[in-house]
């Protein structure tokens, strides 16, 4: 069964600091991982996929088959990162299936 | 361009009772999704619903059916609510066919609250 792990409810850095929130899964095929956030207030949205090799907001994400994490990083936290952070795998034809979530709090 | 919309934004019912919680799609998108979040979890697959014919379900009882119209729309009806339904429900919909392949963008959900 697909399952994905994300072990910290709630990760507090210092502004400037970096920021690694973690996420493993379980499935013996290829996966494809995504990070949703969940700004204050606002619906839930995509922040990156792990086939576009993307940064955005300065964040990245880097799929280790090896180790089945896929973990959320940033080198500098800024105060907006604050909100809620999902990790979630989908494959083939499968529905998303999402961790528990992550809370980032960023203190000035 | 507009986004997903859901409606009611929360709503209380009892034990036993029957609720429809309403969609609308982004437009241009012929796919909706609906799952639930409960307090402290991430979002659960419920079912998803292209061009009005389901092609997709999760782990959720058959109380738990829906909808969608020509124009794209949704609806989740559940049937003989119980306490554990309380939760988030959350909409999202994408413009593909298969669940696999497209992002999918979200709406605000409907909290709903069983008594």
């Known amino acids: 069964a697909q399952r994905v792990t994300q072990p910290e409810k709630l990760l507090s850095v210092f502004k400037g600091a970096p920021v690694e929130l973690k996420c493993n899964y379980s499935y013996s095929g290829s996966p494809e991982l995504f990070w949703y956030v969940q700004y204050s207030r606002q619906r839930l949205q995509l922040l990156l996929r792990h086939i576009s090799r993307e940064s955005i907001k300065g964040f990245t994400a880097d799929l280790n088959k090896g180790e089945t994490s896929f973990h959320l990083k940033k080198p500098f936290a800024q105060e907006e990162d604050s909100a809620m952070y999902y990790c979630a795998l989908r494959s083939g034809n499968t529905p998303l299936v999402f961790g528990k979530g992550t809370r980032l709090s960023v203190i000035a | 361009e507009t986004g997903v919309t859901q409606s009611p934004t929360h709503l209380i019912k009892t034990r036993g009772q029957q609720v429809t919680l309403r969609c609308s799609s982004q437009s241009g998108h012929n796919t909706v999704s609906w799952y639930q979040q409960a307090l402290g979890q991430g979002p659960q697959f419920i079912f998803q619903y292209y061009r009005e014919e389901e092609n997709g379900r999760g782990n959720f009882p058959p109380r738990f059916s829906g909808l969608q119209f020509p124009n794209y729309s949704s609806e989740l009806n559940v049937n003989a609510l119980e306490l554990d339904d309380s939760a988030l429900y959350l909409c999202?919909?994408?413009?593909?066919?298969?669940?696999?392949?497209?992002?999918?963008?979200f709406g605000p959900g409907t909290r709903l609250l069983v008594l």
């Open positions: 999202a919909s994408s413009p593909g066919d298969r669940v696999s392949r497209e992002t999918q963008y």
